[in-house]
């Protein structure tokens, strides 16, 4: 009686395995042209700063990601102004992409990058680009002030992502005895953002 029990049980849980179907899997989860809104996030100086509004564009071969960002001053007063964030890239390719300054002679297989940010209410940028480095005094100095990498390209549905840190100077006629220190932008990513 007890082995009767235990084969019954076996058959059941059997015959309940094979009947079931396999579900199909949902066609917008296997579709590679879809996309999801474009997402950009960074830290900002600490703080976390998220949008979705980004524009991308193309100059030649270059390619520039512009993000708009809630300033620190509408944080503070509740008046919408926003900062922007620009990232320039000399292609649109998978790969590294660096900010280095000074006299050595970059890897030319090695990507090109450089940030800006335009501060609401400020008349001068933030730049990877406004350190001065003296030639004399540094003429083998290749510090590099940040990195972008492009990790992901959607050909059909014409989207990229990537992930990016950067240290941004203030002009040297706005910072002449370099007291002002550089926007730190950390943790930056972004996604689904769309090209044509």
């Not at 001065?132 to 992901?152: K, Y």
Request: charged letters at 20%.
């Amino acid at each position: 009686m007890k082995r009767l029990k235990q084969l019954s049980l076996i058959l059941f849980i059997s015959i309940g395995l094979f009947s079931c179907e396999a579900e199909k899997a949902d066609e917008d989860i296997t579709n590679q042209y879809l996309t999801g809104k474009p997402i950009f996030r960074c830290e900002v100086d600490g703080i976390t700063r998220v949008t979705d509004s980004v524009n991308v564009s193309f100059t030649g071969g270059s390619v520039s990601v512009t993000a708009f960002l809630l300033s620190r001053d509408t944080l503070e007063s509740k008046k919408f102004k926003y900062d922007t964030f620009t990232i320039n890239f000399s292609r649109l390719s998978p790969g590294n992409y660096i900010s280095s300054l000074g006299n050595v002679v970059i890897d030319e297989t090695l990507g090109v990058s450089n940030a800006n940010y335009q501060q609401s209410g400020k008349n001068w940028s933030y730049s990877t680009d406004n350190l001065d480095l003296d030639p004399v005094t540094t003429p083998s100095v290749n510090l590099q002030t940040g990195n972008l990498v492009i990790s992901d390209i959607n050909d059909k549905a014409k989207y990229f992502g990537g992930e990016f840190e950067y240290d941004i100077y203030p002009p040297k006629r706005e910072n002449p005895n370099n007291t002002v220190p550089p926007i730190r932008i950390r943790n930056g990513a972004f996604q689904y953002l769309k090209y044509y």
